[in-house]
């Protein structure tokens, strides 16, 4: 079955960076597009960065387009957000998607808390 598990959260100072990963199985990772959202407190979850099948295109939210890279890795089968300048209003739990069928697919998530 899909599988889908986030790492690499934590605690960062305001300016700080966190570079998220997610390890993906049960599906055929190169062949699909793939989404990093996130969930602040009280908040509806947002679409943070979307890259292709292949890499070679993405797209950002544009509260992040400057200082976030999304980068997947077909071989090792795993998808990266790299965030930088991270803000305390971007504290949120983060996801890695997966759209395919119809359905929509999530990991469980990893918190990222931007606080001094």
């Known amino acids: 079955q899909v599988q889908l598990v986030e790492s690499g959260g934590g605690l960062v100072q305001p300016g700080g960076s966190l570079r998220l990963s997610c390890a993906a199985s049960?599906?055929?990772?190169?062949?699909?597009?793939m989404y990093w959202y996130r969930q602040a407190p009280g908040k509806e979850r947002e679409l943070v960065a979307t890259i292709n099948s292949v890499g070679n295109r993405r797209d950002y939210a544009d509260s992040v387009r400057t200082r976030f890279s999304i980068t997947r890795d077909n071989t090792k089968k795993e998808l990266y957000l790299q965030m930088n300048s991270l803000q305390p209003e971007e504290t949120a739990v983060y996801y890695c998607?997966?759209?395919?069928?119809?359905?929509?697919?999530w990991g469980q998530g990893t918190q990222v808390t931007v606080s001094s």
């Open positions: 998607t997966l759209k395919w069928q119809s359905r929509t697919y």
């Open positions: 049960g599906f055929s990772f190169s062949v699909y597009p």
